[in-house]
Nanobody
Framework: VQLQASGGGLVQAGGSLRLSCAAS????????MEWYRQAPGKQRELVAT???????NYADSVKGRFTISRENAANTVYLQMNSLKPEDTAVYLC?????????????????WGQGTQVTVSS
């Protein structure tokens, strides 16, 4: 299972970006999908989570500004980021918990995307 993230870039403070992350491979179902971010010298931070049924959770630092959504048929998760601040600058990574139903049994795993850089200038 592979995740491909896209949509990062350079934006001025107050601007918006939309990140996408598409899963591919042998997937029976994808359960929780998440966005993380990691800034230089800082620990990885969970930004937003969405369950298969659409229940969402956000870090306090992005509530009201970021919206996570997903398209189950396309195995894709999105992160709409509005009112961006310089402190949002980081590499954004997506993660997905998946299930594979195989002839030799069911496999549950977690896949990670390669990350996409978001830079917000002041």
């Amino acid at each position: 299972v592979q995740l491909q993230a896209s949509g990062g870039g350079l934006v001025q403070a107050g601007g918006s970006l939309r990140l996408s992350c598409a899963a591919s491979g042998s997937i029976s179902s994808i359960n929780t999908m998440e966005w993380y971010r990691q800034a230089p010298g800082k620990q990885r931070e969970l930004v937003a989570t969405i369950g298969r049924g659409g229940v969402t959770n956000y870090a306090d630092s992005v509530k009201g500004r970021f919206t996570i959504s997903r398209e189950n048929a396309a195995n894709t998760v999105y992160l709409q980021m509005n009112s961006l601040k310089p402190e949002d600058t980081a590499v954004y990574l997506c993660a997905a918990d998946y299930t594979q139903i195989r002839d030799d049994g069911t496999v549950v795993g977690r896949a990670w995307g390669q990350g996409t850089q978001v830079t917000v200038s002041s």
